[in-house]
Every structure is written in C-alpha cells, then in structure tokens.
C-alpha cells in the first residue's frame, strides 16, 4: 500500500505527482511503476497448454464395443455423464431381466444376455453412425478430437 511521504494519507499510483490531501509534490518514495499487466498475459500465452489429443477413431471404437458401459464418455473425460448413462444402462438392462426372467424362470441365460444383447447392438449403431458421420466433438478441456 502507497503512502504520502508528509501526511501519512493513502494514495494510489495515479497520485504519484501531487498528494490530494497535503499538496507534496512527489509523495511517494522510492516509487517504481508496477509492471505491465499485458507482459503477464503475453507470457501465459507463450506457455502452451498440453493435453493430450484424443482420437475421433478410438472415440467411435470405444463407442461401438464399450458403449454400453460408457467407456467413449470415460475417454473424453466426461465422467460424470458416463456414469450417468451407465447407470441409466444398468436400469434398463435390470428391468428387462426382471421382466424376462419373471415371465418364464427357466429361460435365464437369455434373462441375463438378451438385455445386454440389445443394448450392444443400440450403440453398435450409434458409434457406427459416429464413425460415419464425423461430427466436431470436444473433450473436456474443449480440444477437438483429430
């Protein structure tokens, strides 16, 4: 904090010429001009912010074979959609094993694998269709995948 070298006052760097309340001239001593706030901003643009480049490849891949466990949003790095949606997988396949598996008891193995069935072939399509359709999808951080 700046101070008048007469009257003890609080100045800031714009009265560095004349004291507005005893009238100095030079108030301040030993005044040095803070440096320039664009030399700061110019230097964190110099610094390159690394992240690692996520491929829109690996992206439809994770999502046609590991879509159903939400494994293509985990890789973006969006975690708490992906366990949203794998929450949301995981009630959809209980619901159609229940209802499958209380329709008729003996037919377990195909309670337990026609939900999951079902639910790899929807996003078997859907990263197919990314795959095919390449969209301009961003990370987490915003970075586009190449």
């Known amino acids: 904090m700046l101070?008048?070298?007469?009257?003890?006052q609080k100045l800031t760097?714009?009265?560095?010429?004349?004291?507005?309340?005893?009238?100095?001239?030079?108030?301040?001593?030993?005044?040095?001009?803070?440096?320039?706030?664009?030399?700061?901003?110019?230097?964190?643009?110099?610094?390159?912010?690394?992240?690692?480049?996520?491929?829109?490849?690996?992206?439809s891949l994770f999502s046609i074979f590991l879509g159903v466990f939400s494994i293509d949003l985990f890789y973006l790095g969006f975690k708490t959609l992906a366990l949203m949606r794998l929450?949301?997988?995981?009630?959809?396949?209980?619901?159609?094993?229940?209802?499958?598996?209380?329709?008729?008891?003996?037919?377990i193995i195909v309670s337990i694998f026609a939900p999951l069935g079902v639910l790899y072939m929807l996003y078997l399509f859907y990263g197919l269709f990314k795959l095919l359709k390449r969209k301009h999808i961003k990370d987490k951080n915003g970075v586009y995948l190449k």
Not at 87 to 107: G, K, M, P, R
């Open 13 to 59: 760097k714009f009265n560095k010429e004349f004291c507005p309340y005893c009238g100095i001239k030079n108030p301040i001593e030993d005044f040095t001009d803070s440096s320039d706030t664009t030399q700061a901003i110019d230097k964190i643009r110099e610094e390159k912010l690394v992240f690692d480049e996520k491929s829109y490849r690996n992206y």
């Open 3 to 8: 101070k008048c070298k007469n009257c003890g």
């Open 87 to 107: 929450l949301i997988n995981f009630a959809i396949w209980l619901v159609s094993f229940l209802t499958i598996f209380l329709i008729n008891n003996d037919l």
